[in-house]
């Protein structure tokens, strides 16, 4: 039983007519006849009793009709439905994004979003990358909106770059390795061999930890063994006791600008390192089906990032 089969049924049914049914179905009247046969031979029973005046439905036929116009009308619903999802007037979207991007993000492109498509519902988890990535797996989330590093990337996600973000290292103001530090220009930092420090006591966060994660391939690249006095989950903690002087630590660029001007601390770019950097990321499962509206949204945190710097 598909849409074809009941509507062939239901427009003989109201016009009581092979023929006239054939021409408002434009299709051949032999062949309407062969497919009302097909699917009363599929059924086991006859759907309709042929009289000179006209087609008249059996007890079987008008429990078929009844059926077909109640499924054909659920059917047209949903149609409708997808319709209004396509010309976005009717939808949701589940964005999955982590702490930090969430705090500067949303804020800047939800009330936009929601007053171009107000009608769209908006779900938002709010988790760490490897929670995320495993969401997007499992087709629980529609994109997510993460940091992610090039040597730790899941081969099973596309990665849509947004903005490259470099690592920095923290520390108290004119620390005693602060000599070491080169200008250059067009920077806002200076640059700093990270080598220089591999004695200092390091503050970190902890394990599982994006940022960790980076920091450790800083580490592993500069063949460093950091002696770490402390770990803790928030990366502004640990800025804030580099700051004191308690040791060092290793943040995003961008995330300074979060607490700027509390808790004053100088900072540094690693020198001679490749790897002393993430990606801001849009992440999607290339087996799960995008929706429009989920495209338009894609769309629209790459149009920010492309206009402005975090």
Known sequence: MNERELLYVKTIAETKSISEAAKKLFITQPSLSQAIQKIEDNLGTPLFIRHQSGMKLTLAGEKYYRAANEILNIYNDFKNEITYINDLKRGRVNI?????????LLPKIIPRFKKEYPNIEIYISEENVSLLEQKLLDCNIDLAIIHSHPKK???????????KDPFVLVTKKNHPLSKYGKKVEGLKYPKIDLK?????DFILVE?????RLVADIIFKSLDINPNI???TKNYETARRLASTGFGVTLIPFRYISIFEGQYDADYYFIDNCEHSYWNACIAVNPNMYQSKISKVFIDMVMEFFENQLI
Not at 96 to 104: A, W
Request: no cysteine; glycine share 12%; hydrophobic share 35%.
């Open 96 to 104: 999955g994004i982590t702490n930090f991007l969430g705090t500067f």
């Open 229 to 231: 006095a402390m770990t």
């Open 207 to 211: 394990k599982g930890k994006g940022i």
């Open 196 to 200: 220089h420090f591999k004695e200092e």
């Open 153 to 163: 990337k899941n081969k099973s996600i596309d990665y849509k770059i947004l903005a």
